[in-house]
């Protein structure tokens, strides 16, 4: 299951996603979205965990919860749109 994690504070970085989404199960990836110029977090991230019972027990528990001042959203990733090529 892909999750998407938003309002995320700057600070936390793939090792700390990682030890939050661990209490619910396994997690095979996480991914911090970083400005391209900047190399400084957009704000959000993606956790893959290869359970999607574990991943949905994540999102409820994780969804709302306060972090490091900040109120988490997690959901499930929506599929990538497709763009047009620049």
Known sequence: MNIYVGNMSYELD???????????GEVSSARVIADRSTG???GFAFVEMPNDEEGKK???GLDGAEHKGRNLRINEARP???RPPR
Request: glycine content about 4%.
């Open 58 to 60: 994540a999102i409820e």
């Open 80 to 82: 990538r749109e497709e």
């Open 14 to 24: 793939e090792s700390g996603l990682t030890e939050l989404f661990s209490q619910y």
């Open 40 to 42: 400084r977090s957009k």
